[in-house]
Nanobody
Framework: QVQLVESGGGLVQPGGSLRLSCAASGMAFSSYAMGWYRQTPGNERELVAQITTDGSTNYADSVKGRFTISRDNAKNTVYLQMNNLKPEDTAVYYC?????????????WGQGTQGTVSS
């Protein structure tokens, strides 16, 4: 069974940093595009960053230049380095795995981890 287990969330002051990790198991990790999403109360889940199987990345405009997504296929892990954090970055962050094959998409989600930016 596929599992995505997140860690690294917590409370930081504005301008601080957090490093989120998502460890995957039960799947061919290197065959999946990976992503980080976030959600706040009253809002829909939004894409923060994604990384393809060949290492290409994409970021939401609100986090460009501050966040970096990376993956280590040998460790079946995807990371999100978050620097210069702002209060509006406060959200539940979710790890996502997605794979397309034969007109179908398979998506998996982690349980979510809380990141809070406050003074």
């Amino acid at each position: 069974q596929v599992q995505l287990v997140e860690s690294g969330g917590g409370l930081v002051q504005p301008g601080g940093s957090l490093r989120l990790s998502c460890a995957a198991s039960g799947m061919a990790f290197s065959s999946y595009a990976m992503g980080w999403y976030r959600q706040t109360p009253g809002n829909e889940r939004e894409l923060v960053a994604q990384i393809t199987t060949d290492g290409s990345t994409n970021y939401a405009d609100s986090v460009k230049g501050r966040f970096t997504i990376s993956r280590d296929n040998a460790k079946n892990t995807v990371y999100l380095q978050m620097n210069n954090l702002k209060p509006e970055d406060t959200a539940v962050y979710y790890c996502n795995a997605r794979r397309w094959r034969n007109y179908r998409v398979v998506t998996y989600w982690g349980q979510g981890t809380q990141g809070t930016v406050s003074s």
